[in-house]
């Protein structure tokens, strides 16, 4: 008996030292990455070079009109993912207990979309944006594109964070004789909220990262964008052509490659902490909400 409790103890322990050790591999990996991008970008920062438009095919002057259309692509991405996300997650969600339908095949879809490399997706938005809805190249082409490319994981992550919610907490607003639609805003979804910001950023990580789908679709322009329909270059689409195409650019490159990851750690942490507070108020004021 001792024995057998023994080596259910070393299981245990040599279970927890494998968890550990991937973990520590990965936050190594991690690490190693943001220290080699700050260790040759950290340098070439300043504010002029935050500011200023690249001068020279971006060997000196900044990156600041690059900065602006990344953010402008960035909001159209949000504007035009998160409600039509959110809304297909609670459709899916409601729908969990119907058996397998259209639903089923809405999941398997948007497993397979998913998986899609973003080059195709690049390929689809120039066919389909730029030239059937003659949008041509354009921050509002490329932040459309970037918005099919992360619904499938705002979708999925939504849905699942929906689902995780204790169906107790149905049972009680049912049985304080709340509606359906009542119940899912004023106590699923506010419960759900960190699942959603978990998916929130990985969506604005994916949008902010990709290169191939918005230099087909968003373009190369470096000029100040003055609307949606101006082209426009990316954060990722510079860092690649200041590394691929650009004879003596790589210092430039790795000092967009800082302000990238400064600018994605800043919006995941906005992020998580807005939905977080949401989630928190939202718990806190279910039951005032429910007497009202």
Request: aromatic share 6%; net charge positive; hydrophobic share 55%.
């Amino acid at each position: 008996m001792f024995d057998s409790v023994n080596a259910s103890a070393i299981k245990e322990r040599v279970a927890c030292f494998v968890v550990w050790l991937g973990a520590a591999a990965i936050l190594c990996v991690l690490m190693w990455i943001v220290f080699d991008i700050l260790m040759k970008g950290a340098s070439q920062l300043s504010i002029n070079f935050l500011l200023n438009a690249p001068e020279d095919a971006g060997r000196s002057g900044g990156i600041g009109t690059i900065i602006v259309s990344t953010l402008m692509i960035l909001a159209v991405t949000i504007t035009a993912a998160v409600p039509l996300a959110l809304a297909s997650a609670i459709a899916l969600s409601e729908d969990a207990k119907s058996g397998p339908g259209l639903s089923g095949f809405v999941r398997r879809s948007l497993d397979v979309l998913a998986a899609v490399p973003s080059i195709v997706f690049g390929l689809f938005g120039n066919a389909f944006f730029c030239i059937t809805l003659g949008m041509g190249y354009s921050i509002l082409s490329g932040g459309l594109t970037l918005a099919c490319m992360a619904l499938p994981i705002l979708i999925r992550t939504t849905e699942q964070a929906i689902r995780a919610v204790p169906s107790e907490y149905r049972h009680a607003a049912a049985a304080l004789g709340l509606s359906r639609s009542t119940a899912l805003f004023r106590v699923i979804l506010p419960s759900a909220m960190p699942g959603i910001g978990a998916g929130l950023v990985l969506g604005i990580g994916r949008a902010l990262a990709e290169t191939a789908a918005l230099i087909f679709t968003a373009g190369y322009v470096t000029r100040m964008p003055e609307s949606l329909s101006d082209s426009g270059r990316s954060l990722s689409v510079h860092i690649y052509d200041m590394a691929m195409n650009v004879p003596g650019g790589n210092s430039r490159a790795y000092a967009t490659a800082t302000v990238l990851v400064g600018l994605l750690l800043f919006i995941n942490a906005a992020a998580l902490a807005t939905t977080r507070y949401a989630g928190n108020r939202g718990s806190s004021h279910v039951m005032s909400g429910a007497i009202r």
